[in-house]
């Protein structure tokens, strides 16, 4: 009775993604050096029930298969869309006869990969908005897992002008269907001015597969070194808390006392030198007249 075996088998790649049809091809071969088989039925089934023919049957026929010949047959299957990610098995159950009506059967079994698309979602960056410097500017990264297969090896980095990260990269390591990351960046600015970065999102599949994205960002810095108190003699601008502290109108209000106040004050010491050196004159007088009264008498 001649042995039938698959001597080959193709499915497209490296794995199948769940929920997409795949074309499984089989190449059926007779070992047999000397007898040819009839009558061969080929029935390719799923042991756990995860791949089912997308429209064609499950069922092939070959009428005859002479010695060291082989046949090839080719079905399109699809995974279930919620199917884990693992290697499902394919059992090939295949009947036949030999020359003299011998009825035969071979049953090979073979194993096929399946991957959950990946679905990797950045998160929305943090607003940031206006800082002033010396402060730092915070941003926060986040990041999820929206499918059914692990993510591996993510990494969070932020680059930019303007500014210098405390941690310019951080690993976040493997993020599980369902599960999300995140991580907050210090980043300190040395200049003033409309600043903007790059968030770069690295991540690889089950297979090894490098995946990169990025998200831009941005925000304003005010730098505070040209405004200066007016008693630093090194310049600059000075704006007053109190609106009401610098008041245009009273340089008009007190522009004749500003621009004679020395002649005013001057002036008015005058007068009261005079006014003391009368006073002292009347009292010696009066002094003078009482003693000569007094001699009198």
């Known amino acids: 009775m001649p042995v039938i075996i698959i001597d080959s088998y193709d499915y497209g790649g490296e794995s199948v993604y769940a929920g997409k049809p795949f074309m499984l091809t089989l190449t059926i071969k007779n070992t047999s050096r000397t007898t ?5 039925k080929m029935v390719i089934q799923s042991k756990d029930g995860v ?7 499950n069922t092939f026929f070959v ?9 090839t047959k080719q079905i399109e299957l699809v995974a279930k869309s919620d199917s884990k990610p693992l290697s499902y098995p394919i059992e090939i159950v295949i009947t ?10 071979s049953t090979e079994e073979i194993s096929i990969p399946v991957q959950q698309e990946m679905r990797f979602n950045k998160g929305s960056l943090s607003e940031i908005g206006t800082i002033t410097m010396p402060d730092s500017a915070y941003l926060l990264v986040s990041a999820s897992n929206l499918g059914m297969s692990t993510i591996r090896n ?19 390591g493997t993020i599980e269907p369902g599960q999300q990351v995140s991580y907050e960046f210090e980043l300190i600015p040395y200049q003033g001015g409309f600043m903007t970065g790059t968030v770069t999102y690295t ?4 297979q090894g597969e490098v995946y990169t994205e990025t998200q831009e960002f941005s925000f304003d810095v005010i730098d505070t070194s040209s405004v200066m108190n007016p008693e630093d003699p090194g ?3 000075f704006f007053p808390e109190d609106p009401g502290m610098y008041d245009p109108g009273m340089e008009e209000e007190q ?15 005058a007068v009261v030198v005079v006014v003391a050196v009368i006073v002292v004159t009347v009292v010696v007088r009066r002094r003078k007249k009482m003693d000569e009264d007094e001699d009198y008498y």
């Open 36 to 40: 040819p088989i009839k009558d061969m």
């Open 51 to 57: 791949f089912t023919p997308t429209s064609s049957s």
């Open 63 to 71: 009428e005859s298969l002479g010695p060291g010949g082989t046949v």
């Open 96 to 105: 036949y006869k030999n020359n003299v009506g011998d009825a035969g059967t």
């Open 154 to 172: 993510v990494r969070f980095t932020v680059s930019g002008e303007g500014f210098t990260p405390t941690e310019p990269e951080y690993f976040a």
């Open 203 to 206: 991540y690889e599949d089950t």
């Open 235 to 237: 310049g600059g601008v």
């Open 255 to 269: 522009g004749f006392f500003a621009k004679y106040k020395w002649a005013v004050i001057g002036g008015g010491v």
